[in-house]
Structure formats: structure tokens, C-alpha cells
């Protein structure tokens, strides 16, 4: 159980977290990439997590553990976007010239 744990900045690389049961956890500049078991955590109440955590795990988070900790569709949405391809934006330029009815005569 890790409930109210602080696991910022900790080493879990390989850490099997299959049916752990999280509550008021702390998950801060970690990367997650290869931590186990992340899908099958058990989420008593929400937790943290920081987006140096989405930034080092490169947006390998997966959805139902970010669901579990709290995270709205939208933040997820957004997190992936921070680590994966970046939005793409796209400028157009519009040139309207008026003419008075009296300069055409």
C-alpha cells in the first residue's frame, strides 16, 4: 500500500506495481516507461503526478493509470500532446484591398 507516499525522484525502473493500492501518492520527476503493473494499480482516491514525470516517461503513461490517479480525459489528451508530436499550427495570410466606388470611375 503507498498511500500518502512521496515517490519523487525515486528510482522505480523494473518496480512491479501490479495491484498496488495508491491513495494521496506522489509521482514526481519519474520516468514510468518501465515500470510494471501500471494498468492493474489499484486507485483508492487520487494522487499526483507531475509533469516532469509525463515529460521523462515521454508520454508512455498508460490511460487507465492516469485515469486512476485523477487525470480528466483532457489532461490526458493534453499530456500526451506535451511528449508526442507537438500540435501544428498553420498561418495563412489574408489580403483585402477596398476600393471606393468613386476611384473606379
Known amino acids: 500500500m503507498l498511500y500518502q507516499a512521496n515517490l ?8 512491479d506495481l501490479s495491484w498496488a493500492k495508491l491513495s494521496s501518492t506522489i509521482f514526481g520527476d519519474i520516468d ?14 487520487p494522487s499526483t503526478i507531475g509533469i516532469d514525470t509525463i515529460l521523462k516517461s515521454q508520454g508512455e ?4 493509470f492516469l485515469k486512476g490517479t485523477g487525470a480528466s480525459d483532457n489532461f490526458i489528451e493534453y499530456a500526451r500532446s506535451l511528449s508526442q508530436d507537438p500540435i501544428k499550427y498553420y498561418t495563412s495570410f489574408i489580403s483585402v ?8 470611375r
Open 8 to 15: 519523487s525522484g525515486a528510482d522505480l525502473r523494473g518496480a
Open 32 to 45: 514510468l516507461r518501465t515500470v510494471k503493473g501500471l494498468k492493474r494499480v489499484i486507485h483508492e482516491g
Open 61 to 64: 503513461i498508460p490511460e487507465e
Open 97 to 104: 484591398r477596398l476600393v471606393s466606388p468613386s476611384a473606379t
